[in-house]
């Protein structure tokens, strides 16, 4: 990802990466291999084969960004409706970070409540309301300085893949609470905890609560679709991004049609802008990257298998 502290900023020149193709990035003549291809963003290596020609069609018929609706940002919603049919609206952001702090926007207009309970170890960006980490005597701690002290005392955490001291936690806030957040195969502990989101989803749906599935890297890399839908998960809203965009920044928050309900019911207005979101250039490129991979799906997740196992068999 592309992070840095304030104070750091880009000030090492002599070392900056240059160029990309493939599995490889290059800082002037050197060649590295990228292990993260831009944080997970990059499905199919850097610079493939439908990136450029999708850029190069941009240009053909004349796309611009209109900062308004338009027809590729529609086209991009019907193909995503494809993939999620239960999700009765798409918003478009320009960012993970900015999809995350847009869904919980969404929880608090609809639920008029503040607790967020977060889940250790998920990572949701650079979100202010969930920028903490929880320390071994359960305290927050902050990861930034500048962040509001009340998101310190909105937020809770609950033990990744840990149903029984979960349950304390959750039963302990059950009626302030405005949503659970959890990435479910999380990118620093990326194992299988089908029981636990199973459990959450249970939980959510006995308690109504919202249920945040934040699947910035998982969305299309898990069987060209999803955490949720590969194990029947029903997340009332999900955050996607990342690969999404096609080697372009993007954001995207699907929202199911009970939550839509609500807020039109409450007449809750809940504002959403963005010069560049959903703009045309980058959801033509998206839905183009989008669709090719989904086409090619048996031969890019069998390419993925095979790289994944080489280092896996041989840097045991």
């Given at each position: 990802m592309n992070n840095f502290l304030l104070n750091e900023g880009y000030d090492d020149l002599g070392n900056l990466f240059t160029s990309g193709k493939g599995s490889n990035i290059f800082i002037k003549n050197k060649r590295y291999l990228d292990l993260s291809l831009c944080a997970g963003s990059h499905i199919l290596g850097h610079n493939p084969i439908i990136f450029q020609k999708s850029i190069k069609n941009t240009l053909k018929l004349g796309i611009s960004n209109f900062a308004a609706k338009n027809k590729y940002a529609v086209e991009f919603s019907k193909t995503l409706k494809e993939i999620f049919p239960e999700y009765e609206k798409f918003v478009f952001c320009n960012s993970g970070t900015?999809?995350?702090?847009?869904?919980?926007?969404?929880?608090?207009?609809?639920?008029?409540?503040?607790?967020?309970?977060?889940?250790?170890?998920?990572?949701?960006?650079?979100?202010?309301?969930?920028?903490?980490?929880?320390?071994?005597?359960?305290?927050n701690v902050e990861l930034?300085?500048?962040?509001?002290?009340?998101?310190?005392?909105?937020?809770?955490?609950?033990?990744?893949?840990?149903?029984?001291t979960s349950e304390i936690t959750l039963n302990k806030y059950k009626k302030q609470i405005m949503c659970v957040i959890v990435e479910p195969i999380q990118g620093c502990l990326p194992t299988e905890a089908k029981k636990f989101l199973k459990f959450l989803d249970n939980y959510c749906k006995k308690n109504k609560l919202i249920l945040i599935f934040d699947e910035m890297i998982t969305g299309l890399r898990f069987n060209c679709s999803s955490v949720q839908n590969q194990f029947n998960f029903k997340p009332s809203i999900s955050t996607f991004g990342k690969c999404f965009g096609g080697g372009l920044p993007i954001g995207i928050i699907g929202i199911k049609k009970n939550i839509i309900k609500k807020l039109d019911k409450n007449k809750k207005k809940v504002?959403?802008?963005?010069?560049?979101?959903?703009?045309?250039?980058?959801?033509?490129?998206?839905?183009?990257?989008?669709?090719?991979?989904?086409?090619?799906?048996?031969?890019?997740?069998?390419?993925?298998?095979?790289?994944?196992?080489?280092?896996?068999?041989?840097?045991?």
């Open positions: 900015e999809a995350v702090m847009k869904s919980l926007r969404i929880a608090r207009a609809v639920t008029k409540k503040n607790i967020i309970i977060s889940v250790s170890g998920s990572w949701h960006g650079s979100t202010s309301e969930l920028l903490y980490t929880n320390n071994n005597k359960h305290k930034s300085s500048g962040l509001d002290l009340n998101f310190k005392k909105n937020l809770k955490f609950i033990p990744y893949n840990d149903i029984q504002f959403f802008g963005g010069t560049f979101s959903g703009n045309s250039i980058i959801t033509y490129v998206a839905n183009e990257s989008v669709k090719f991979i989904i086409k090619n799906k048996k031969k890019n997740i069998s390419s993925n298998w095979k790289k994944s196992n080489f280092f896996w068999k041989n840097f045991e």
